[in-house]
Every structure is written in C-alpha cells, then in structure tokens.
C-alpha cells in the first residue's frame, strides 16, 4: 500500500512539473488603442487654414471628426472609445500605449495641462470599461517639454500614477510612479506584462542623449534593461508567458524615404541593446505590442544573425494602427492615416496570439455623413493567410510580400489603415518596408536599403533549421 501511494505521489508530481499552468484554457480578447492626439483645439469654425494646432496644407473644411492635417478632435476620440464598446465591451484587459496630446509646440503647453489631457482620457475610458483592467504607458508626447522625459522620477509621471493606481498592483504601481515602467500579472491567465519606458531610449531626449556611456544613465537610463533582464529571467523560471509594451519601438520607421540610412527613433546604444534584451530572453517572450508610426506594421527579430544571413527568426513586434490622422512630414507620401483600433484575441495558457482583428473608420466618409461608423477593416490570419501567427510564419509572410506585389498591396492598404493607395509605393517604398520589417539593427538595415529589390540571395537559407528550432512556439 505503501509503494502503491509513493508512486501516485510521484505521478503527481510528474504532472505538476510538466504542466506548469494552473489556470483554465480558453480564448481571451483584449484591446491595443494607442496614439489619440487628443487636439483640445480642434474647430470646424473659423479660418480653414487655422483650424487646429498644426497648420493646415488645403483649404479644405475640416470635418467634424477630424481631418487628415489635424490631430483628434472630441468627437473622434468619442467615436474611438464607443466602437470599442460596441464590439467588445468585456475584453480582458486594454493595452493604451500612449501620445495622449496634440502635436502641439512646447509654447501652448504646461505639465498641468498635459495632464489633464490625459486626465480626461482616463475618465472616458474608465466610464466605458468600467471593469476592465488597461495596462497604459506614457508617450513622447505626454510630457513637458515634449519628448524631454527625465531617468527616474518627475512631477508629471506622479500625477499620472495617481490617476493609473486604479488599474496597476501596489508593486507595479510604485515602479510606475518611481520609474515609468512596471510589470504585472494578467488575473487568471499565464500572461505577464511588462511595461517599457521607451521614452529615455529616444534620441530625441537630450536627458539621455547628451550622457556618455561612461555615465551609469547614459549606458542604461534608470538601469532599465538591467531591470528587464532580471524580471525576463524570473518570469521565464515561472514559465510565463510575456507581452512586451511600450511606445516608440525600436528599429527604423517604414515609411521615411527621404535617406537611404532611414529614420530611427532610439538611439544606436539603445537599439542594440533592446535586440540584444530580445534575442536573450525569446522563450519567454511571447509577443510585442508597441505604437508611435500611428501605422499598421510589424517587426522580427533574429538569431544568429551573419552578414549575408538573416538567421532565425525568434520574436515578433506587431505595430498598431493609431487613433489620430493627422499627416507625417516624415513620409513621402500622404503621411496620413485612417483612425484605428484593434482587438486581439490570445490563448490565456500559452499566451500565443490567435487573432488581430482590426478596425477603422472612413474618416472622408464619416465627415461626409455626419456620423463616425468604425468598420472591420480585417483579420490578419485570414488577410495574409496564416495558420498562425508567430516568428517563423509572419517571416515568410515577409518573404512572399517582398516577392508577390498582391500581398504586399494587402499590407501596404492596412499600413496606412485603408486610406493611401498601394500604386504610390514603387520600387524603394517596397524594398523601405521590407528592410524595417526584417532588419531592427541599423546597420543591417543601411546594408539592405541600400541593395537590390530583387536580392534574395539568403533569404531562403536559414529556413532549413527554423521548424525544428520554433516547432514548439
């Protein structure tokens, strides 16, 4: 009797090693809503040419929910929220990834001021997501100066943390207040979040910018990725699952032209030592949600990476769509978007991502009508044809995008959220897309810009050894 219970102990024990998860499988949703540029100022009266901080290019009317010269009105950011509803009223939880404010000049705005932008957006949202838990962070734009956001501790992010504590644990709320950043739990699941403050990485932060790397905060602000790294490798001991977020996202931006070296957002150090962070801890690292572009895009990271050889594809970053239209001076052509919002669905065990269901609103239309209809613009599976979404398929998505012009036209449609016409990106557009897509890095993005379209001498090579490798992602 004695033997015979010693080995059902020890069958039970095999099981719970084996099967870590203790929480019951199913499919989750939650939200990505980034980038509302709420513009306080915005009018439908008055001088066209004046009709919103950012001065207009046409001498068109601007709309009651918007304009594509113009950042969010009320209206629009209304609209945004109400569809979200209207879709999917109890998701899980909402990932808000900040640019809360205007594209305004540092002159129009005080700390007070950007907070109570976003101020308000807090209250909207939590008056129609009562119940739901959002897991936000701070954008570029929510801080003044704009972009200046001090390593460590500032009057605005306390008074920020104050209208976040309802959402944030006491731990994750105290890192927040403390340092911008934080990571938590999702109640009921295997998922963990991990929020980046991706703001002291920027290059156009001269709190960090000017520091040398001798400096402890030049090297790594606020000991961050140091802080990343531990968190990645407890969190990879517990057998979770991770999303990383945050706002400006490493890499180079799709849609800059203008030079062949393109425009980066993160300074070189900090780049190199978020794909580093990435390539070290892919395991746990289940998917990436990140902002800023206001475009619909994604990104791969690689392993064993060599000169003429992509290596293998270890991690995703999708890029989501954002709120305001207002048009880039940083993109050759319109520079604008359509608003979006975007709800994904994700196995709450294995935390793999099933669905990104995408939604928009014809801003011309809605103008047109007088009424703001967000609409499905489409599902990524079922757009790309994927059976799943993970490292290895959305590479070889890459790789047939880069070679079949009607896929790459799918993509390019949702990368300016159904607005701009994949007839305006010839041949460098294409070959701009698929080198920020494929190279993060930016000297291998220099080296790929700069070659041919049709070169795919490597392309093909290391997929020999990636289903064994990813077989269990």
Not at 56 to 63: E, F
Not at 90 to 106: E, M, N, R, S, Y
């Amino acid at each position: 009797m004695v033997t015979l219970q010693k080995a059902l102990w020890g069958i039970i024990l095999v099981v719970l090693v084996t099967c870590p998860y203790h929480t019951q499988a199913r499919i989750g949703t939650f939200w990505h809503v980034t980038d509302f540029h709420y513009d306080v100022n915005y009018t439908t009266t008055g001088d066209s040419q004046n009709m919103c901080w950012d001065h207009r290019v046409d001498n068109t009317s601007p709309g009651k929910f918007g304009d594509y010269g113009c950042d969010t009105p009320l209206e629009l950011v209304t609209a945004a929220i109400q569809a979200m509803v209207k879709i999917q009223p109890k998701p899980d939880f909402i990932l808000w990834t900040g640019d809360d404010t205007a594209h305004v000049a540092d002159k129009y705005f005080t700390t007070t001021k950007v907070v109570n932008i976003i101020h308000e957006l807090t209250d909207k949202l939590n008056r129609s997501f009562p119940n739901t838990t959002f897991f936000p962070v701070l954008g570029n734009h929510d801080y003044y100066p704009k972009n200046q956001v001090p390593v460590g501790e500032s009057d605005l992010q306390g008074e920020v943390a104050k209208l976040w504590k309802k959402w944030l644990t006491d731990e994750a709320h105290e890192s927040f207040q403390k340092d911008g950043r934080y990571w938590t739990d999702v109640p009921g699941t295997n998922v963990t979040i991990i929020g980046l403050n991706t703001l002291t990485w920027y290059k156009s932060n001269t709190n960090t910018a000017k520091l040398p790397d001798t400096d402890p905060n030049g090297q790594d602000p606020g000991q961050q990725f140091a802080w990343a790294n531990n968190i990645l490798t407890i969190l990879a001991k517990r057998r979770r699952r991770v999303y990383l977020m945050g706002h400006i996202p490493p890499g180079t931006f799709e849609r800059y032209q203008q030079k062949k070296e393109g425009f980066h957002w993160y300074q070189t150090r900090y780049n190199d030592q978020f794909i580093k962070m990435v390539q070290n801890h892919a395991e746990v690292i289940e998917a990436q949600f990140f902002a800023h572009h206001h475009t619909d895009s994604f990104r791969l990271f690689f392993k064993n990476q060599q000169d003429h050889d992509p290596g293998i594809p270890v991690s995703y970053q999708l890029i989501a769509p954002g709120v305001t239209p207002w048009r880039s001076t940083l993109s050759k052509e319109t520079g604008a978007n359509n608003p979006g919002i975007r709800l994904i669905s994700y196995d709450t065990v294995t935390g793999k991502v099933k669905e990104v269901s995408t939604y928009y609103l014809d801003l011309a239309q809605a103008n047109k009508d007088g009424k703001a209809d967000f609409k499905f613009e489409y599902n990524f599976t079922s757009e790309y044809n994927l059976t799943s979404i993970n490292p290895e398929s959305l590479y070889n998505l890459a790789k047939n995008m880069k070679k079949n012009s009607t896929l790459f036209n799918k993509y390019y449609k949702a990368n300016t959220v159904s607005l701009e016409s994949p007839s305006v990106c010839t041949t460098n557009c294409h070959l701009l897309h698929w080198c920020s897509i494929t190279e993060v890095n930016y000297n291998r993005f220099n080296t790929c810009n700069a070659a041919s379209i049709t070169s795919l001498h490597w392309a093909a090579g290391s997929l020999l050894a990636v289903g064994l490798l990813l077989v269990n992602r």
